[in-house]
């Protein structure tokens, strides 16, 4: 049976892990390829980097660095930030990425979507979603999260998936940072209107809300960053957990 | 031992290699005809599209090669459905070793099944050295919208919607649907395997 997969977030400046980590045995906290092959060992199914440098040099050091992560470890990785073009694209490709995810670069450019699944398939095109409830109304986001857009979440949702996005990552603004829980409601109609897989991101602060984004919003995997990296859940108690929920995972 | 990586227009080829240097293994990724009919063992990857890879392959006389080979061949992915005899994906013909064998897309219309399946699944009914130490029900990584249907070559199923070939066997000729290089621990011994044979 295909499992419910839970994806730690590691974001990237300069080639390093930010926001730190509590992993205390571990020589360098910052160090994204050493806390990814950590991840991998505890029974993550995925990892996420987002790559948040701003400098001219980001795509060499990206480069390097994806590479790095593709040499070490044995699963499925997915890598996004700044993500422009096919070139951009093709570089994180060649170095052993599995997927690319891209955002604000699909709301301002949605035939970039196409242009990607056309040269590189579907099942490496991840559209990452962020949302927020304005006037309520669930709405597309850009910036992370600054600049409003007229986008309603669910139409935008189906226009990427027939556009060539292989995969949705939503996450909520309204929820993100809170540790209250996942964004139930907008990723059960998102999930629902689309045919295509979706990542629950943002609020998770306790393994009953990994419960809860599986079974009421039918969720096909979740992803969260500082819960895992301050050791507030660890991964096999969290699968264990789901196990005894009867939610399906890979233990 | 020799082990090379076909090249061709297809995603993934860094990965597998990547995954062979972690069991300590060097392969070369080549297009060269002469390399590849000396390998000892002899990769076939793929994440892409059936007929655009086809194409490519012909060109290249690829497609000829291949089927003339005589030592061990693994199919990965997209890789393994090229082997199948045609593909539904562009309405592909395929290199026909697994002569009956008919690659299909996954039912669109079937309720709460996400197209392509993305994630971990298990595999059942192991029936090959290739899963020598690997338990039954073991968890593989696995990414796509078309699947081998089930035939007297299957040596592995998987669930999804239907039952179909998780793997298959035909004399030296191996293919399985999952990604060995990133499904982990189970991956790796399954390379290992393969490279034993």
Avoid at chain 1, 209 to 238: G, M, T, V, Y
Avoid at chain 2, 47 to 73: D, T
Avoid at chain 2, 82 to 93: A, F, G, P, R, V
Wanted: proline fraction near 3%.
């Amino acid at each position: 049976m295909l499992t419910k997969r839970i994806i730690p977030c590691l974001d990237i400046k300069d080639g390093r892990t930010v926001k730190g980590t509590n992993f205390i045995e571990l020589r360098d906290a910052g160090d994204p390829v050493e806390l990814a092959m950590r991840y991998c060992e505890e029974g993550a199914d995925e990892l996420v980097f987002l790559d948040i440098t701003a400098t001219t040099e980001k795509r060499k050091t990206l480069a390097n660095l994806v590479r790095e992560i593709a040499t070490h470890i044995n699963i499925p990785f997915t890598v996004g930030g700044g993500i422009n073009t096919v070139e951009d694209v093709s570089i994180l490709l060649e170095n052993g990425a599995d997927k690319i995810s891209i955002n604000t670069s699909a709301v301002k450019k949605p035939g970039l979507i196409n242009e990607l699944a056309k040269n590189f398939g579907s099942q490496c095109i991840v559209v990452a979603i962020d949302t927020k409830k304005i006037d309520s109304n669930w709405k597309v986001v850009t910036h992370g999260g600054r600049n409003a857009t007229s986008l309603l979440t669910v139409d935008w949702a189906k226009e990427i998936t027939q556009r060539g996005a292989g995969e949705i990552l939503l996450t909520s603004m309204e929820n993100d940072g809170t540790k209250a829980g996942f964004a139930i409601d907008i990723t059960k109609d998102v999930s629902k209107s689309v045919a295509v897989p979706v990542i629950a991101s943002g609020g998770a602060g306790n393994m009953k809300h990994f419960a809860e984004i599986f079974q009421q919003a039918n969720a096909d995997a979740a992803l969260a960053a500082s819960i895992f990296h301050f050791k507030e859940i660890a991964i096999p108690d969290l699968k264990r957990y789901l196990s005894s929920q009867q939610i399906p995972v890979r233990v | 031992m020799n082990t090379v990586i076909i090249k061709y227009n297809s995603g993934n080829i860094q990965s597998v290699q990547f995954a062979l240097q972690r069991i300590g293994v060097n392969a070369v990724v080549t297009d060269d005809m002469e390399k590849i009919k000396s390998a000892d063992k002899v990769i076939f990857p793929g994440v892409g599209e059936a007929s655009s890879a086809m194409n490519f392959l012909k060109e290249r006389k690829l497609n000829e090669l291949i089927i003339s080979l005589q030592q061990p061949v693994l199919g990965i992915c997209l890789g393994m459905q090229l082997l199948c005899k045609h593909s539904e994906e562009n309405d592909t013909d395929c290199l026909g070793i697994f002569e009956t064998v008919m690659v299909k897309k996954f039912d669109p219309t079937e309720a709460n099944l996400k197209i392509p399946q993305i994630g971990w699944n298990n595999i059942h009914h192991l029936q090959s050295p290739l899963f020598n130490l690997i338990p039954a029900d073991s968890y593989c990584y696995f990414v796509h919208s078309y699947y081998a249907e089930k035939s007297q070559h299957t040596i592995a199923t998987t669930e999804y919607g239907v039952t179909y070939s998780a793997a298959i066997q035909k004399n030296n000729f191996y293919g399985v649907q999952f990604h060995p290089e990133k499904s982990a621990v189970v991956g790796e011994q399954l390379l290992k395997n393969f490279l034993a044979i």
